[in-house]
């Protein structure tokens, strides 16, 4: 039997939760495990029934959903956060994105595609359009750059054969196939870029690589 994705919905409107959690527990792969209205609330929720994937509205009660995101990835890092957003406001997904969320979705969504990000999430994936990507690959190289024009210097020829195809959208199961690797080898790549760039996430990677010009330096277009 396939293992569920256990989801944490958050939303400060009953009837939101209510609709959602009627959606998912429909779904054979998906059960809503709990619920929370406001960001305190989130943030003990996870450490209680430790989800797969929490959905947080991204404007909640309290000190907010991008604050909650915050204390549940820097807490939970295994429990994914996509937030809830009822427009694609650019500075607020940036900014949750900076916080460990590992995307957004739009409430008004088609129930397909919530099903496919809830999915992607729970791998570990990134959720977010092309478009939505490329603003804020924009953005976050305007925010706090960590690094020297030596970006790259700490990292092994291995990382950066892993980091190319990552900065360009691949999924772990696509590098892997690529590099001849396993998933978890590349994921311990991935990981061990985050350590050595001082990263949370995949999208801060992807961005990191484009401010410093990874393909210029390894002459890939």
């Not at 995949?202 to 330096?217: D, G």
Request: glycine share 6%; no cysteine.
């Amino acid at each position: 039997m396939t293992k569920k994705i256990r989801i944490l919905l958050v939303d400060d409107h009953a009837i939101v939760r209510l609709g959602l959690t009627t959606l998912l527990n429909d779904q054979p792969d998906m059960e809503v495990i709990g619920e929370a209205s406001a960001a305190g609330e989130a943030v003990k929720a996870v450490e209680a029934l430790q989800p797969d994937v929490t959905l947080m509205d991204i404007r909640l009660p309290g000190e907010g959903g991008i604050e909650a995101t915050r204390q549940i990835t820097k807490k939970f890092p295994s429990s994914k956060v996509v937030m809830l957003t009822s427009f694609a406001d650019d500075e607020l997904v940036a900014l949750a994105i900076r916080a460990g969320a590992v995307g957004y979705v739009l409430k008004q969504v088609e129930t397909d595609d919530l099903l496919r990000a809830i999915q992607a999430a729970a791998r570990g994936e990134s959720v977010l359009d092309p478009a939505t990507t490329a603003r804020l690959l924009l953005r976050v190289r305007e925010a706090e750059r960590k690094a020297d024009e030596d970006a790259f210097r700490d990292l092994t020829n291995r990382e950066m054969d892993v980091l190319v195809p990552l900065a360009r959208g691949k999924t772990n199961a696509e590098i892997a196939s690529l590099l001849n690797l396993s998933e978890k080898t590349v994921g311990n790549y991935i990981g061990a870029m985050f350590e050595k760039l001082h990263l949370n996430n995949r999208i801060e990677l992807a961005a990191y690589a484009y401010e410093h010009h990874l393909f210029e330096k390894m002459g890939k277009e």
